[in-house]
């Protein structure tokens, strides 16, 4: 009985011998043999969907090959306690190079210019790794699809761009084309509204516990608000006072508070059957439900659709068992009784825009390598390798969209009904009140005892609190962004020629900045 396990501990011993000979002789020695890099660049981000991080390495292995003496890491961290662990790594000194930064608070901007290099000059001038491409000679701003301005890469408050975006997306209803041909005989999706209604009584009838749209708070919270305002894009275009095809939230709740609307206004309860529509189609208690819960619901087959963006189909796609189609939610009709009338048809996506930005942080070591990988990612090369591993849509103009992302594409020939500056604002406030005050009443749209009248009698007095209270929040980061900026614009002057013609084309946003503020102090 002894020999045997002998024998045994002596095979385990000669393995590991035999293991640690190779370690220290074998091919990676030669590795280790090597001089060390000459620089380290890490970055950091949250996205942990199917491929992003194989992509990442795609695209850091090939800039590696074109830079032996740098080396490229990246940080993958769960989004759940992302802003936490970047919060820490900022307040200790050790965030990497780059991080992707994403915010929908406006008190959050006033961290970007602390913690983040302003990229404007840079972006000015062309990208280098473009040269033969199509792309050559063009300002590197100028190459992305959206020309390097969303409400997160390019700050109005500051003039300045802060960020570059990696890739795209479009919100899409995805959907179980094999369930969908079992329910109607065919695989094709509803053509309107009243189609997408009257699907949802087919699916309700087809299976006892079978949901027509797999819901959750941040589905609705995304598809929702774009639904009802492009619903709406009629109405909400009469508070287009800067001409700029998009209203913004100043315009629309500074109406709001001159009293040119109200909840009860006929415009506005249009809005909440149009939402009250759209929430019923999903499971009852939607609204206590995350989108990772919402997802597995749908590949288990128990939804015939989920609404979400392109970014999770590659993860969709690998992991279903039957075939996804998608197609965009389908608007009342201009001759519906109920819903229709008030829409800018035909209506698009939106405007072009950029996602998934990365910021170079000002406590980056090596400012000038970290920069340069930002350049490769978004050049044409590297946002080629970036779209294909990732199966998500490029940011930059001619970079291919993958196959089988084509029928997501942005449709981009129609009318844009969305807040300029920060997207859909109808259904979801001018800040942080007003969304709250929204959001924590929705529920009564869908309460069995519940309804638009329910909502509005619940809401209509405090809305006016809410809207004061954000409107004055974003008074106050004007006026400190301004004393901030006329600071550092003024010593800008004592720094240079180059610094001087600088500040010289910041003063005139400056100057709009100071006009928006005047006119929405006024309001006030």
């Given amino acids: 009985m002894k020999r045997p396990r002998l024998i045994i501990a002596l095979t385990c011993f000669a393995l590991a011998y035999a293991g640690s000979v190779f370690y220290v002789f074998g091919p990676e020695a030669r590795d280790r043999d090597q001089p060390p890099p000459r620089v380290t660049i890490r970055f950091g981000h949250w996205q942990l969907e199917t491929g992003l991080r194989e992509a990442f390495d795609v695209v850091a292995r090939r800039y590696m090959e074109l830079h032996p003496d740098v080396r490229v890491e990246q940080l ?69 699809i959206d020309r390097g301005r969303n409400r997160v890469t390019y700050l109005d408050q500051y003039r300045n761009f802060f960020a570059v975006g990696l890739c795209s997306h479009t919100m899409r209803m995805f959907y179980n084309r094999d369930l969908m041909r079992e329910i109607t005989g065919s695989p094709e999706p509803p053509r309107n509204f009243r189609e997408w209604l009257a699907l949802g009584e087919k699916v309700r009838a087809h299976r006892p516990g079978l949901a027509h749209v797999a819901g959750s708070r941040d589905f609705y919270g995304w598809l929702m608000p774009s639904l009802v305002n492009q619903s709406l894009g009629r109405w909400i275009g009469r508070r287009d006072y800067g001409l700029r095809f998009g209203t913004t939230t100043f315009d629309f709740y500074g109406d709001f508070l001159a009293g040119q609307w109200d909840l009860r206004s006929p415009e506005m309860q249009q809005a909440l059957r149009i939402a009250q529509a759209f929430g019923r189609e999903m499971p009852s208690g939607f609204l206590q439900v995350d989108r990772n819960a919402a997802l597995q619901s749908f590949l288990r087959g128990e939804a015939l659709c989920v609404p979400s963006g392109t970014w999770d189909f590659p993860t969709m796609r690998a992991t279903a068992s039957f075939a996804i189609g998608g197609y965009r939610l389908p608007l009342p009709a201009a001759d519906d009784p109920e819903f229709g009338g008030l829409a800018l048809l035909p209506v698009s996506d939106g405007g072009a825009s950029t996602a998934l930005p990365f910021f170079l942080t000002r406590q980056s070591a090596h400012k000038a390598e970290a920069l340069d990988f930002l350049r490769f990612v978004t050049s044409m090369e590297g946002n080629r390798l970036f779209s294909a591993a990732s199966q998500w849509m490029p940011a930059i103009e001619g970079v291919p969209v993958a196959p089988e992302l084509e029928p997501f594409r942005q449709v981009t020939d129609g009318y844009i009904a969305t807040d300029a500056q920060s997207g859909p604002i109808l259904m979801a406030g001018p800040g942080a009140e007003g969304a709250r005050l929204l959001t924590t009443h929705y529920h009564l749209l869908f309460a069995p005892d519940g309804g638009v009248d329910a909502f509005t009698r619940s809401v209509e007095d405090r809305m ?12 106050n980061l004007g006026r400190a962004n301004l004393r901030r900026r006329d600071t550092a614009l003024g010593a800008q002057w004592f720094l240079g020629p180059a610094e001087q013609a600088d500040m010289l084309r910041q003063v005139t946003g400056q100057h709009l900045v100071e006009v928006q503020v005047a006119l929405l102090a006024r309001r006030l």
């Fill in 76 to 144: 993958a961290v769960p989004g759940a306690v992302y802003k936490q662990w970047l919060s820490t790594q900022l307040a200790g000194g050790t965030v990497p190079d780059l991080v992707s930064f994403d915010f929908a608070d406006q008190a959050l901007v006033a961290q970007v210019p602390r913690h983040f290099e302003v990229l404007t000059r840079w972006l000015e001038e062309p990208n280098p790794y473009n040269a033969g491409t199509p792309l050559e000679g063009m300002a590197w701003k100028d190459t992305f």
């Fill in 464 to 475: 006016r609190p809410a809207v004061m209270a954000d409107l004055q929040q974003q008074l």
